[in-house]
């Protein structure tokens, strides 16, 4: 399962989560690294077969307009650190394998 991280989450996130999404990257290590347009993101994302993982709300908005690929998975928790967003991901696995799955769902919300 690969996870595209967006800007507004810290790159540093990757290396926590090596483990359990070892094909994760942060939106810092591809070709849109200077805060691109959430469509060049969502593009980006579909094409190479990412779940976008933001706190972005533009993202539901292109989820709802454009269906999908990509899966969006979008954090509600306010600002938190790297560790607590880290720890969130890692403590619903399951449910982010059960959604990666899903051929029904586009949007999962975290909070």
Known sequence: MKLLFDENISYRIV???????PDSIHVSHTPLQYASRDRYIW???KNKGYIIVTFD???KDLADLLSFPPKVILLKT????TNAVARLLLNTLTEITTFNNSGVYGLMEIS
Do not use: I, R
């Open 15 to 21: 290396k926590k989560l090596k483990s359990s999404f």
């Open 43 to 45: 593009e980006y994302a």
């Open 57 to 59: 709300e533009d993202f």
């Open 78 to 81: 306010g600002n938190c650190s």
